[in-house]
């Protein structure tokens, strides 16, 4: 059976909860981009992991793989990312899970079919809360697996300006092997500061970092995150994107603009589509002055809420008063016949239309057809 190939896009996100952004795991530099790469394709609607099928020479080429073993390389880091576990400390356990469940290669198609394990589903779907996000062109360009570690650390805690760790805690994030680099020394010369002037000379980010002792000894390291003003993010709309969708939906003097597309686009990777799409429509109907920035905000805030449950319980109302016409109504274990606008005439009275809505709505009375 086909499955569709997936090329890369540097301009796609990475999402990752931030339990699994700070999990315990040692990865070469090749088998992390691999897992950005498969997190960069999930979609935010998504409600179960799917085969992601690539293309073996590209895929290989965008891991950094090359030689005529490329091949037998890329097999060898699937089959580790399946054997190898990585662990997540929450508040009443501690879960070992491997990243893969199953890596698929179709030799005579030259191409590879990997899926992510079932249990990191609440760690990289449906991400509402508490998740770290970047683009992947930007994690792409770090040559040094410290470097990609430390990136997704300070993007955690961007927000924040600044973050607090413990060296031994910076060590095993970093992926530090035991007994590697024990001396702060060390870790600082041949880890951390690389590290920092890669992230500093390649990406979004502008880091800086400073270390303080308990006694004698060097026990925190606290890192200074800013963002780059001088970088500006990769936004590209794909011709085969719903975005396209929802930017029909915009007023057509509305539909170029840079900084209505870039919100969209922010929303919809954020919160899916039917998001998007109530949002927009709530502008529309509501907007009286600057519509870009009643949208903008709508988006980030989501205005469209209340409105949208008020729309949907009055299409609910609409949808049950119209099967009341001529319907057999069922009240009390006896059965009305409803004439063409909704009444009931019965024994003490006519039940008006709203009435027999109200209870069928709470459940008093049943529409058998």
Not at 43 to 52: C, G, H, S
Not at 241 to 255: F, G, M
Not at 323 to 352: L, Q, S, T, W
Request: glycine share 4%.
């Amino acid at each position: 059976m086909s499955k569709e190939i997936i090329k890369p896009q540097n301009h796609h996100l990475v999402s990752k909860h931030n339990e699994l952004t700070e999990a315990r795991y040692r990865l070469s530099l090749q088998q992390q981009r691999l897992i950005a790469f498969m997190c960069a394709e999930i979609n935010p609607e998504d409600k179960d992991f799917k085969p992601y099928s690539f293309v073996i020479k590209d895929f290989a080429e965008i891991i950094g793989l090359s030689g005529e073993n490329y091949y037998t390389e890329l097999k060898k880091i699937t089959r580790d990312l399946i054997t190898k576990s990585l662990t997540l400390k929450e508040e009443n356990r501690t879960i070992q899970v491997a990243w893969l469940c199953s890596a698929i290669y179709y030799e005579k198609e030259g191409r590879v079919e990997l899926k992510f394990a079932p249990e990191l589903k609440p760690y990289l779907l449906q991400l509402k809360e508490c998740f770290t996000q970047y683009q992947l062109g930007e994690i792409l360009k770090l040559r040094s697996k410290y470097a990609f570690r430390l990136y997704e650390l300070c993007k955690k805690n961007e927000l924040l300006g600044k973050y607090k760790y413990e060296v031994e805690k910076l060590r095993e994030l970093l992926g530090v092997e035991k007994g590697e680099l024990k001396l702060w020394a060390d870790f600082r010369r041949y880890c951390l500061e690389p590290a920092i002037k890669e992230i500093n000379k390649k990406t979004d980010l502008y880091v800086s970092y400073k270390a303080e002792k308990l006694g004698r000894r060097f026990k925190w390291v606290i890192l200074q995150i800013k963002k780059r003003e001088d970088k500006q993010p990769i936004e590209v709309i794909e011709s085969n994107s719903p975005i396209k969708d929802l930017l029909k939906l915009l007023p057509v003097e509305q539909r170029k603009k840079k900084t209505i597309q870039n919100a969209i686009m922010k929303a919809y990777k954020r919160h899916g589509y039917e998001y998007c799409k109530r949002n927009i429509e709530y502008a529309n109907k509501k907007a009286t002055d600057n519509y870009r920035v009643f949208l903008i905000k709508a988006l980030k805030e989501d205005w469209a809420l209340g409105w949208w449950e008020d729309v949907k319980e009055k299409e609910e109302i609409r949808s049950i008063m119209e099967k009341i016409k001529n319907a057999k109504i069922e009240i009390k274990g006896k059965v009305y016949k409803a004439d063409k606008e909704g009444f009931i005439f019965m024994e003490r009275g006519v039940m008006p239309p709203g009435d027999v809505f109200t209870m069928v709505k709470a459940g008093k009375a049943k529409i058998i057809e």
